[in-house]
Each structure stands twice: as structure tokens, then as C-alpha cells.
Nanobody, 130 residues
Framework: EAQLVESGGGLVQAGGSLRLSCAASGFTFDDYSIGWFRQGPGKEREGVSLISRSDGKTYYADFVKGRFTISNDNAKNTVYLQMNNLKPEDTGDYYC???????????????????????WGQGTQVTVSS
């Protein structure tokens, strides 16, 4: 059974850091790009960052550029999201999604908040206190 499991969320003060993990099992992870999304309280789900498993190409939403770093560990079938200098507005549930298609198509999907057709994890909660 294809499965994505996120971990690493928690409560942190503004300016602090967290590292989220997205571990995949049950499918060929290599064929997919992995996106991180988040949904804040009362907000729509939004794309945060994306990494191509094939060539390591990355994308960051403007609101996390310079603060978040996405990386990939092929051996562990895991993608990480290092989040530094966290702000209260980063609070939300963070999800990873395994997305397939051209980079252009995946970027468009990410900017639309993701697709129900893709694999999703159950999410991990991030709370940033001021």
C-alpha cells in the first residue's frame, strides 16, 4: 500500500527551527516529485516547496524563500523540509504529497494547492508562538 508519513512538527517560538520529514513506502518514490503544502487555521491549503526526485530541482513559495530548505535522501526514501526563522504565520498543518508529471504541470498544481489525484500524507502540525 502506497503511504506517505510526515513527522517533525511541534511547538516552537518565533525565530526557531523545525525539520519535517516525509517518508514514503509502498511505491516507487523515484518517479515522483515531492511537494510540501500547509494549511493554516481558516486558510486554504497552499504550496510551500517542491523537489524533483529525478534531478533535484527545487521550488519555494516566495513566503518561505531564504528560510526553508527542501532536501532528499534517496537511500531513506525520505524528503525533508528544514524550516528556519519560523514566524507565527507559518503555523498550520503541513502535508507532503507525491506528485507525478512534468515540472511545469506540477508547479501549476502546487500553486493551486495540490491535487486529490496525488498521494498525500496525514500531516504534521506546526505551531509557532510569538
Amino acid at each position: 500500500e502506497a503511504q506517505l508519513v510526515e513527522s517533525g512538527g511541534g511547538l516552537v517560538q518565533a525565530g526557531g527551527s523545525l525539520r519535517l520529514s516525509c517518508a514514503a513506502s509502498g511505491f516507487t518514490f523515484d518517479d515522483y516529485s515531492i511537494g510540501w503544502f500547509r494549511q493554516g487555521p481558516g486558510k486554504e491549503r497552499e504550496g510551500v516547496s517542491l523537489i524533483s526526485r529525478s534531478d533535484g530541482k527545487t521550488y519555494y513559495a516566495d513566503f518561505v524563500k531564504g528560510r526553508f530548505t527542501i532536501s532528499n535522501d534517496n537511500a531513506k526514501n525520505t524528503v525533508y523540509l528544514q524550516m528556519n526563522n519560523l514566524k507565527p504565520e507559518d503555523t498550520g498543518d503541513y502535508y507532503c504529497s507525491a506528485m507525478i508529471g512534468s515540472w511545469r504541470f506540477i508547479l501549476a498544481t502546487m500553486q493551486e494547492g495540490g491535487s486529490h489525484d496525488d498521494y498525500w500524507g496525514q500531516g504534521t502540525q506546526v505551531t509557532v508562538s510569538s
